[in-house]
């Protein structure tokens, strides 16, 4: 059984990420994101996929830029000050070319909590009173016609334990998310699948209990045994998983606390590139549709780069960086 | 003067800042608020992230709440989870300042940072919420940074993505919300505060070399000035610590 969890990042891709699936990134703006999946479904050209997000900012971006996204549902598309708005994402919204769909970070976290825990919904207080709840972005049809979606973006409850003054006199209802497929990429995983995240695990775990399937990438396969003798810094349990692929620098060209920091001359010309079709296309090309893998990829960018991002310790990141 | 704008806002956000308070802050010159405060008026201040970091030690600015340099040094490192969830406690939501930017505001302090024009087909698309629409309808307090530029301060938002006090009066509580709400809008011209009562903005400060007619020149809509004071110019330990301890790369200033 362990053995086959374990395979290549083509093969895991091409067997859990279909056209149309509905996919959860984890990762959160310039940070973790499993940016070789990302890749690799672009160079798959595996399209019409309706992705959920949190705060994903890099991974989310290049699969919209890609054209791999039919709808997307999120929190916030942006990496900091690398583009405050992500760029082929609003570039997407503003000439209408994809299904969109606004929440809050929490709400989305709930949500996949929700999925996780098997419940449909949970509450929140979290933006009464707001267009969150009022303006839908996937119409009652579409909501029809995807029997994964729920019909209803968010309801609206009055809170039916009130009693002491103090307690919340509403609630608002967030609809479960349980996607087909999540990846993740992280530090450190077994061959069976248990997962070791270091720094902040933003929504991962939610997300990675939440699918129906769960690829994990790492920088470090680890013996499940060495994992088991510091179990309380595992935050993934083995059963979760369906596909551990070893994939060092699988974040790149964000950050992996511990590993390396992000490159900030890659986001920096990516966001240039992304502003323009002719340039964004030939960005495409010659970084992902050209390269076999992201071993390929990585030699494309240099060792002098990676270098220079290669995270100090006890810090995590690199110390001193030029990231003007 | 011999200081920005952008620095005055800065330094005008981290004086509000009170010692021991938990600062919820995001991307950018809150980021310098915060950190400033700790140096300045708030030394006991714990800055703390939505991605789930508390406390971190910021030797260096981070270029987002998700930047490796916020989980250093932690108390601890969780999730979105844990930190929106210690928004919405009962007991330690109101210990919690939050500083929010946005595109618009209206003038009860309620905030767009998802869209101009409209939603479905905007003109300009926004990054959406993030954490500020949860922030903004848990925590006891929120400071607002604002352009003051035409176009910003609306009658009505293209998008409403984060709570003031809704239409003013108690209808933030009728509402279903918690108390709370924006306690200041600062700007990179002066400082806004609401009324007790209405909970409509009104003009409480302007910066040094500032004219009220200039503020009001980008106001689509009306606002009260008669309580506006000057507000103390940037001392030389604030721009110090602002230049050569929080930023000194100048990455956000």
Not at chain 2, 41 to 67: K, R, Y
Not at chain 2, 74 to 85: E, K, M, P, R, V
Request: aromatic content about 10%; overall charge negative.
């Amino acid at each position: 059984m362990n053995s086959e969890k374990c395979m290549s990042l083509a093969a895991a891709i091409s067997r859990f990420v279909t056209p149309g699936a509905h996919l959860s990134l984890g990762g959160f703006t310039l940070n973790r994101n499993p940016m070789a999946a990302v890749y690799e479904i672009i160079r798959q050209r595996i399209g019409n996929l309706h992705v959920y997000a949190h705060s994903n900012g890099q991974g989310v971006d290049e699969l919209i830029g890609a054209g791999c996204v039919k709808a997307v549902e999120i929190a916030y598309g942006g990496t900091g000050r690398f583009a405050p708005t992500c760029i082929r994402f609003r570039k997407a919204i503003e000439e209408g070319r994809i299904l969109f769909e606004d929440y809050s970070n929490y709400q989305m976290t709930l949500r996949f909590m929700a999925g996780a825990m098997g419940v449909p919904f949970l509450p929140t207080t979290s933006s009464l009173g707001t267009d969150i709840i009022y303006k839908w972005g996937l119409s009652p049809e579409v909501r029809q016609q995807d029997s994964r979606l729920p019909l209803d973006k968010l309801v609206v409850l009055d809170n039916p334990f009130k009693r002491q003054p103090e307690e919340p006199e509403k609630v608002v209802l967030v609809p479960a998310i349980n996607p087909d497929v999540t990846i993740i990429h992280v530090q450190q995983a077994s061959p069976r699948g248990t997962v070791r995240m270091a720094g902040l695990t933003f929504a991962d775990v939610e997300q990675a209990k939440a699918a129906r399937h769960l690829i994990v990438t790492c920088e470090e396969l680890v013996e499940e045994d060495e994992l088991r003798r510091q179990p309380g810094q595992n935050q993934i349990p083995f059963f979760y998983a369906d596909a551990v692929v070893a994939q060092p620098f699988g974040a790149y060209p964000t950050a992996c606390y511990g590993y390396y920091d992000y490159d900030p001359e890659y986001l920096q010309q990516y966001g240039q590139d992304a502003r323009d079709d002719g340039r964004y296309a030939a960005y495409l090309e010659k970084n992902i549709y050209a390269v076999r893998d992201h071993q390929q990829f990585c030699e494309l960018i240099g060792s002098e780069r990676f270098a220079r991002i290669k995270a100090a310790s006890p810090q995590g990141y690199a110390v001193g960086l030029e990231r003007g | 003067m011999d200081y920005t704008y952008r620095e005055m806002m800065a330094i005008a956000a981290a004086r509000e800042i009170r010692d021991n308070e938990i600062v919820f802050c995001g991307t950018g010159i809150s980021m310098l608020a915060a950190m400033a405060a700790k140096h300045i008026s708030a030394p006991n201040s714990v800055i703390f992230f939505e991605t789930g970091a508390i406390d971190s030690l910021l030797e260096e600015i981070p270029m987002a709440v998700a930047d490796p340099r916020v989980m250093y040094g932690t108390s601890f490192n969780g999730g979105l989870a844990d930190a929106f969830a210690t928004m919405q406690n009962r007991f330690t939501g109101p210990q919690v300042v939050g500083i929010l930017g946005a595109a618009q505001i209206d003038p009860y302090g309620n905030l767009n940072s998802t869209a101009i024009g409209d939603y479905h087909q905007p003109k300009v698309r926004f990054s959406g919420s993030g954490g500020a629409c949860d922030v903004a309808s848990f925590v006891g307090r929120t400071i607002i940074f604002m352009q003051q530029v035409k176009g910003r301060f609306v009658k009505k938002l293209d998008y409403f993505t984060s709570p003031g006090y809704l239409e003013g009066g108690r209808s933030r509580e009728l509402a279903g919300l918690r108390p709370g709400g924006p306690a200041a809008v600062i700007t990179d011209k002066g400082i806004f505060r609401f009324d007790e009562e209405t909970k409509r903005m009104y003009l409480a400060g302007f910066y040094q070399g500032v004219k009220i007619d200039d503020i009001m020149a980008t106001m689509d809509f009306a606002v009260e000035s008669d309580r506006a004071l000057s507000v103390p110019a940037a001392s030389a330990t604030e721009l110090c610590v602002l230049r050569e301890i929080c930023d000194p790369q100048g990455l956000i200033r």
